[in-house]
C-alpha cells in the first residue's frame, strides 16, 4: 500500500511578540501582496487568512504563527510561505525571542473497511498488548501508540494509528446581488474544492512531529534544515511502518 500526504504544518511560538497587535495590518497587507493570502477571519486578537487554491491557511497572533496545507503536491511551495511569512512577521512586529519551531506531516494509508484498518495498527503493537487481551479475555482489535525521540534540543513524536477519512467537495454560489469582490471570494474557495479528489473512508495514519526548543534566530536557514529533516524522518518511517 502507498503512503498519501494528507497535510504539512509549521508552526513557530513567539516570546514577547505583543507588537502584533500595533502592527499586524501592515504584516496583512504585506502578505496579501507578496504571497496572494486573503481574510479567512480578523479580529484584533489575531488573524486567520488562507490561500485558497493552495488549502494552505496561517494563523498569526502574538503567541503563534501556524501554517497548514491540506493535500499538499509536494512541500516546497509550503515551506517557501512559511519561511517567507515567518520573515515578515519578525520584520513587522519584532517579537523578543522565538521559542519553538516545528514542522509535521500527516501520512495515510487507505484501506477499503474499519476491521483492515485495526488489523494494520495492529502490526507495530508491544507484546504487552497480547498479555493484556489473554489476561482480560478479549482479542486486540486496533491500536492508536506513539512515543517522542530527543536529541539535544530536537524532539520527533511519531504516532500510528487506525482513522477515518471524511473530506468532502463543497462548491458555492454567490448569492444574488453578489459584489465582484466576493465572487472572486467565492471563485478561489470553489478552486480549493477542486484541486484534489477527496479522499474518503477508512486509513492507518502516520503522524510525524519535529520540533526544537529555542531555535536560532536565522529563520531561512533554521527552517530548512528542519524541513529538510523531516522529509529525511518521513521516508525511513514509511519503509518501517
Not at 1 to 19: D, V
Not at 64 to 70: D, G, H, K, M, V
Not at 92 to 111: D, E, I
Not at 150 to 175: D, H, N
Request: aromatic share 8%; charged share 25%.
Amino acid at each position: 500500500m502507498n503512503w498519501e500526504l494528507l497535510s504539512i504544518h509549521f508552526r513557530q511560538t513567539l516570546g514577547g511578540g505583543y507588537r502584533y497587535l500595533d502592527k499586524c495590518g501592515e504584516l496583512l497587507i504585506e502578505a496579501e501582496r507578496e504571497f496572494d493570502f486573503t481574510p479567512r477571519e480578523l479580529k484584533p486578537s489575531g488573524a486567520a487568512i488562507e490561500i485558497p487554491e493552495l488549502a494552505i491557511k496561517a494563523d498569526i497572533d502574538t503567541d503563534n504563527i501556524a501554517l497548514s496545507q491540506e493535500l499538499p503536491e509536494d512541500d516546497s511551495r509550503f515551506r517557501e510561505i512559511s519561511i517567507g511569512l515567518v520573515e515578515m512577521a519578525w520584520k513587522h512586529f519584532s517579537p523578543t525571542s522565538a521559542l519553538r519551531n516545528g514542522v509535521a506531516s500527516k501520512w495515510v494509508q487507505r484501506v477499503g473497511t474499519e476491521d483492515l484498518a485495526g488489523r494494520k495498527s495492529l502490526s507495530h503493537t508491544p507484546p504487552v498488548i497480547g498479555e493484556i487481551a489473554d489476561i482480560i479475555g478479549m482479542s486486540p482489535y486496533s491500536c492508536n501508540g506513539g512515543f517522542v525521540l530527543k536529541a539535544g534540543s530536537r524532539r520527533l513524536s511519531i504516532t500510528v494509528g487506525p482513522g477515518s477519512l471524511e473530506s468532502t467537495r463543497r462548491l458555492a454560489a454567490p448569492p444574488m446581488g453578489a459584489t465582484g469582490a466576493l465572487k472572486r471570494k467565492l471563485e478561489r474557495k470553489n478552486k480549493q474544492s477542486q484541486r484534489r479528489d477527496p479522499l474518503t473512508g477508512f486509513a492507518y495514519t502516520l503522524e510525524i512531529d519535529l520540533w526544537e526548543e529555542d531555535p536560532p534566530i536565522t529563520h531561512s536557514k533554521q527552517m530548512t534544515a528542519l524541513f529538510a529533516q523531516l522529509k529525511e524522518y518521513e521516508q525511513v518511517l514509511k519503509k518501517l511502518l
